[in-house]
């Protein structure tokens, strides 16, 4: 009998111990905090990724997704680092279509540093997500300030390079494909600008639509 009354404290003392309740120094008042909180787990705020750091199941669920981003995040940043290679360690072969102009070599250089980067951050991150375990991140978490801060930048700086190397490229071969004598190129150019311009403005558009349904329903639960 006092064994197992033993055992049912035991299990009752490890059971409050694992839900605990979101500590003051994690709601985040800046909008910063809330749009890096938005972009690194997809809510405003931390009160949904705190909870998932109370059970092991929801834990691993939130580990593979951010693993599965951070492996996107360096194939992606690989195959930039590899094009804006080639381009920038050989000419162009052909005259109408020159990529060495200054402007667009300065933009291919940018992108291939901001592309090692991305490899570099993401890399460095999954590593620690996939050696990391829930009672660690817990407690790292819980002191607030810069330690929230540098947590949510370890998931969102790779994908800022990522980004940030992906549209140094995309412009690069705009400003080469305007500067052409070619109208060929020229109108592809164009086209690829006006596709370009029309896909990030239903990405902006849609992420501004998510965020403030994520802050609607934050403060509906408020």
Known sequence: ??????????????????????????????????????????????????????????????????????????????????????????ASPVLYFDYTSPVSYCLLFIS???AVLAMLTSGSSMIRWLHTDRHWTREQLRPGGYFVLSYLLSIVTPIFFVLSSLNCFIFAMLIAGFSSHSMICRAVAALWMITYVVNVGAILMETMWKYATSLNHAGHRQ
């Open 1 to 90: 009998m006092s064994s197992s009354c033993s055992i049912q404290i035991a299990a009752d003392g490890r059971t409050s111990a694992e839900e605990l309740p979101l500590p003051e120094a994690l709601c985040p008042t800046s909008l910063v905090m809330r749009v890096l909180c938005f972009l690194a787990l997809g809510r405003p705020n931390l009160d949904d990724h705190w909870k998932s750091l109370q059970s092991e199941q929801a834990f691993e669920t939130v580990r593979t997704r951010l693993c599965s981003i951070l492996a996107s995040t360096i194939t992606t940043a690989s195959v930039l680092l590899a094009i804006s290679g080639v381009f920038v360690s050989t």
């Open 112 to 114: 291939l540093m901001f």
